[in-house]
């Protein structure tokens, strides 16, 4: 069995990661750490754990496990692999953004990989440690990189996603109250966005001639999970084209889908798929792409790396059903 350690143990996308693992056929979980629920029941605070896990938060760390996953607020991996060490047979998997970014992936002698499997799926499997993707970063990335592979953006791309309310984590703020959030809609961080380096990273991974701009609009949703993205760019083929592109790209893709018919979030929310819509309207190809923040955008996506990190079926444990009603 897979010895598992998890660090910010209190959070959604930990919640999320205890739930997978506990149902995972090759995984045990040896601890979850949370200074602040040190001693109080995980089902305390992850309340539909009641009566499927007995264990406790610790604020005391096994250095031996054989996975790592920290689920700490960005910038804070750094701090924590700074003051706590780990065998050095222990892999990491980091759902925060310290390492994603290739300035940042080298850290005390450990070199992190960048984990997006329809990207790097060979290279996930000879690393030892991961930067898991941002969640809006996943879905557009999805959504773009068979156009890049094929040199094919040479023009601005434009960009408006949604999330769901639990993108903004677990601490309250003036936008994350109910009250505000419900029957309400917004932006933040328009055009500036931190997954935006992270996206162009990847773009200029399979085509390095791109120097356009990406014109990105994130915005808030009144749902709790979900990301909903939308993207236009330019595009001189046929829809014919760019869909039997798309379907290439992803062939051998486990959880990523092109789809013919117009989708919708609860086609994913609850599984850790991406699915995949194109249209075309004169010359401009719109590109469909949703996910479920927490897993493929998160969680989900954290267990597909470990899976893969550890000579395991991409798909173990989690072959999960969309919550469709």
Aim: proline share 2%; hydrophobic share 40%; charged share 20%.
């Amino acid at each position: 069995m897979i010895e598992v350690g998890i660090i910010g143990g209190a959070g959604y996308t930990a919640g999320e990661l205890i739930r997978l693992l506990i149902s995972h056929p090759n995984t045990n979980l040896n601890f979850v750490f949370s200074t602040s629920n040190a001693g109080n029941k995980i089902s305390k605070v992850h309340q539909d754990l009641v009566g499927s896990l007995d264990l406790k938060f610790t604020d005391t760390v096994n250095p031996n496990v054989d996975v790592l996953f920290l689920c700490l607020g960005h910038g804070n991996s750094v701090k924590f692999l700074e003051n706590n060490t780990f065998s050095e047979n222990t892999k990491i998997i980091d759902l925060g953004n310290d390492f994603r970014l290739e300035a940042d992936k080298v850290f005390n002698g450990k070199t992190f990989v960048y984990g997006l499997p329809e990207l790097q799926r060979e290279a996930i499997k000879q690393a030892n440690y991961i930067a898991n993707p941002g969640c809006f970063a996943t879905a557009i990335q999805l959504g773009l990189l068979p156009l890049a592979e094929h040199d094919l953006l040479n023009n601005d791309v434009h960009i408006n996603a949604v999330t769901g309310a639990t993108g903004a984590g677990t601490s309250l703020s003036a936008t994350t109250h109910y009250t505000w959030r419900d029957n309400n809609f917004s932006y933040y961080k328009p055009f500036t966005h931190q997954h935006l380096d992270e996206i162009n990273q990847s773009v200029k991974q399979l085509q390095s001639s791109f120097v356009s701009d990406i014109l990105f609009m994130p915005n808030r949703g009144n749902f709790s999970r979900g990301i909903f993205a939308t993207i236009y760019t330019n595009f001189e083929g046929s829809l014919e084209e760019a869909v039997s592109m798309y379907k290439i790209f992803y062939k051998d893709a486990k959880f990523t889908f092109v789809s013919d018919e117009a989708i919708h979030l609860k086609q994913v929310v609850n599984t850790n798929k991406c699915i995949i819509h194109l249209h075309k309207h004169e010359g401009k190809l719109l590109i469909t792409s949703v996910i479920d923040n927490l897993l493929k955008g998160a969680s989900g996506q954290a267990i597909q790396n470990m899976n893969l990190m550890f000579g395991l079926e991409e798909t173990e444990g989690l072959q999960l059903k969309a919550t469709y009603f």
